[in-house]
C-alpha cells in the first residue's frame, strides 16, 4: 500500500492570478486551435481543431446533428459507440456525407403527395426543404422544392398535391457537380433563393447549397473539415468488438476513433492499440484511456496511443466514486499527467496531447484545466443542454430541461464500457435532467469569449503559452462562503 503525498483536488478548488495584459492581447488575436494527435515535436498534428472542445462519447450527447454543429464551430464529437457497429458507422456516414456548404439530398417526396404529408416530413426531419423526385426517392429525377413557406393550411388544403405548390425545377437556379463552394453561394445570392439545388447531366439532384449554412460558415470560420471539406467526426470503440467494430468506422470515415472505458489502465486497451497500428499503421488515429496517473499515462502513451483521456469519477453525472471507490480529483490528475507528458516529449520527441475528461461544471473550469496543461476538453453535461443534443427536450414544473444520463446508468447499459464480465451488476451513472440552454451556435460563442477574456487577462493569446505562463492559487473554504452569500442573487436573465 502507498498513500500519495497530495490531496486529490478539483478544477473549483483554484483560481487564476492575472499576468501582465500587453498590447498583443486582443480577442481576434487569441488563438485557440489544439492539436488532437500525436505528432513529433517541431512538426505540425495531423489533426487539428480550432475550438478545444470535444463531445463526449455517449447516447446522450453525441448524434450526427451534435457532431456537425460542432464541427461547424470548430470542435468534434465522439459519436458513442453503445450500440450496433452498422448503427454508429451509419452515424459517422451520415456526418461525413454532410459536406461543409453541400448537404446531401436525403429528403424526397413524390409530386402527387399531399402538403400534409410535405408538413410531416419536414416536421419529423427538421429540414427546411424537400426535395421533389418523380419517385420521391433520393436518385428519382428532380422536379422541384417544396419548403414550408410554399404552403399555409389557412389558405391551402391538407390534401391539395405537393406539385400545386412546389417551385418548378424548370424555374430554378441550379448548380453543377463540381462546382466548388463559393461559385455554388455566388449563384444563390444571385438568383435570390433560399436553396440551391445541385443537379447532374442524368437530371438528378447530388447536394443542396443552404443560404442559412453560408451565414453559419461566415459567423465560424473555423470549421473542422478534411482535405476533401467534409466535416471531421470521432467515434468511441471498445476493447471487445474492436476486430469488426474498427474497420466498419475506418470505412464509414471516421477521422480519429477512442477508446471508451472509464478505467483505461489496462492489457485490452495495449491490445487495441496494437491491433491499430498492425493493421493501419499510422493511417488511423486513435485516443485511449481514461487514466488518473502517471503510470497510466505512460503505458497508454508507450502503446502508441494518439491522445490520452484523463479523468475518472468526475463527470456530472458518475457514481464511480462512491459505488467503486476509484478516481481522482480532475485537476490532481491532470497536473501528475501533464508532467509526465512533458517527460516522454522530452525522453522521445513526441508530442502526445491530453484530453481532459468530465468535471467541467462552469465555463470557469475550462480556463482552468487549460491553466492545468490540457490539450483539449472533453464535454458531457455542457453539450447534452443544447438544441442539437439527441436527447428528449422536457417540461417539468414550467421549466425547460434536457434529459441526460450516464453511460453507466441503467438507461443506457453501456456493457462494453462499465459492465463486469457481460453484465451490468451496479450503476456508475445516474440518468437525471439539465437545464436546457438553446443552442450550441450561441453558447459556444459566449463560453469560447469567456475563454479568451481569461487568457487575455493572463496575458496570453495561444493555449500552450497560456499553460506555460498561468499562475495558479487554491481558494479557501471561506472564499466559496463568501462568494456564494455575499449577494441575494434577483432573477433577471443575465448575458452568458
Ligand atoms: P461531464 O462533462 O461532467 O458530464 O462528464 C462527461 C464524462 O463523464 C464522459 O465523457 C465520461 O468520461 C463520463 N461518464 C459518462 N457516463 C458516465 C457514468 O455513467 N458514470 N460517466
Redesign the pocket.
Known amino acids: 500500500m502507498r498513500i500519495l503525498p497530495e490531496i486529490s483536488r478539483t478544477f473549483g478548488e483554484y483560481l487564476l492570478v492575472p499576468n501582465l495584459t500587453d498590447e498583443t492581447c486582443t480577442p481576434d488575436n487569441v488563438d485557440l486551435s489544439t492539436p488532437l494527435v500525436r505528432h513529433p515535436v517541431g512538426e505540425e498534428s495531423p489533426i487539428r481543431i480550432a475550438t478545444p472542445l470535444v463531445s463526449?462519447?455517449?447516447g446522450a450527447?453525441s448524434s450526427p446533428q451534435l457532431a456537425i454543429a460542432l464541427a461547424q464551430v470548430g470542435g468534434i464529437s465522439f459519436v458513442h459507440q453503445n450500440q450496433p457497429i452498422d448503427e454508429q458507422a451509419a452515424m459517422v456516414s451520415a456526418v461525413k456525407k454532410h459536406k461543409a456548404g453541400f448537404r446531401h439530398n436525403d429528403v424526397n417526396i413524390k409530386p402527387t403527395a399531399t402538403l400534409g404529408e410535405a408538413d410531416a416530413l419536414l416536421r419529423s426531419t427538421g429540414r427546411a426543404v424537400a426535395v421533389v423526385t418523380d419517385d420521391g426517392t433520393p436518385p428519382g429525377a428532380f422536379l422541384g422544392l417544396i419548403t414550408a413557406q410554399d404552403f399555409n393550411f389557412h389558405r391551402h388544403r391538407v390534401d391539395d398535391s405537393v406539385e400545386s405548390r412546389m417551385r418548378r425545377g424548370a424555374e430554378l437556379v441550379t448548380g453543377t457537380p463540381g462546382m466548388s463552394l463559393s461559385t455554388a453561394n455566388e449563384l444563390l445570392w444571385d438568383s435570390r433563393q433560399d436553396v440551391l439545388p445541385i443537379v447532374g447531366a442524368d437530371g438528378r439532384v447530388t447536394a443542396l447549397v443552404q443560404r442559412r449554412d453560408y451565414e453559419l460558415h461566415k459567423q465560424f470560420s473555423y470549421e473542422s473539415v478534411d482535405d476533401h471539406k467534409q466535416f471531421r467526426v470521432g467515434a468511441g470503440v471498445n476493447t471487445r468488438d474492436y476486430r469488426e467494430r474498427i474497420p466498419a468506422l475506418v470505412e464509414a470515415g471516421a477521422d480519429v476513433l477512442c477508446l471508451?472505458s472509464?478505467d483505461g489502465y489496462s492489457v485490452w486497451q495495449r491490445e487495441v492499440l496494437e491491433f491499430v497500428r498492425k493493421e493501419y499503421g499510422d493511417a488511423v488515429r486513435i485516443g485511449a484511456g481514461?487514466v488518473v496517473d502517471a503510470r497510466g499515462f505512460e503505458y497508454l502513451a508507450d502503446a502508441g496511443a494518439d491522445f490520452v483521456?484523463v479523468?475518472i469519477?468526475?463527470?456530472?453525472?458518475?457514481?464511480?466514486r462512491d459505488q467503486k471507490g476509484i478516481g481522482r480529483g480532475q485537476a490532481s490528475a491532470l497536473a501528475e499527467i501533464v508532467a509526465a507528458r512533458d517527460a516522454y516529449t522530452q525522453r522521445t520527441g513526441m508530442y502526445v496531447p491530453l484530453c481532459s475528461?468530465?468535471?467541467?461544471?462552469h465555463d470557469s473550469h475550462m480556463a482552468i484545466a487549460f491553466a492545468f496543461g490540457a490539450d483539449f476538453l472533453?464535454?458531457?453535461?455542457?453539450?447534452?443542454r443544447f438544441t442539437e443534443s439527441p436527447a428528449p427536450l422536457v417540461k417539468i414544473r414550467g421549466q425547460a430541461l434536457k434529459e441526460?444520463?450516464?453511460?453507466?446508468?441503467a438507461r443506457?447499459r453501456?456493457v462494453a464500457?462499465?459492465g463486469q464480465g457481460t453484465e451490468l451488476h451496479f450503476?456508475?451513472?445516474?440518468d437525471g435532467y439539465v437545464p436546457y440552454a438553446g443552442s450550441l451556435y450561441d453558447n459556444v460563442k459566449v463560453t469560447l469569449a469567456k475563454l479568451r477574456s481569461t487568457m487575455i487577462s493572463c496575458g496570453s493569446t495561444t493555449l500552450r503559452r497560456f499553460h506555460d505562463t498561468a499562475t495558479l492559487v487554491q481558494v479557501s473554504q471561506q472564499t466559496f462562503v463568501q462568494n456564494s452569500e455575499d449577494v441575494e442573487r434577483n432573477e433577471r436573465p443575465t448575458v452568458g
Open positions: 463526449a462519447i455517449m450527447v471508451d472509464s481514461n483521456k479523468g469519477g468526475g463527470g456530472s453525472i458518475c457514481i464511480t475528461d468530465g468535471g467541467v461544471l472533453m464535454l458531457g453535461r455542457y453539450f447534452a441526460y444520463w450516464g453511460e453507466g446508468s443506457a453501456n464500457r462499465y450503476e456508475e451513472g445516474v
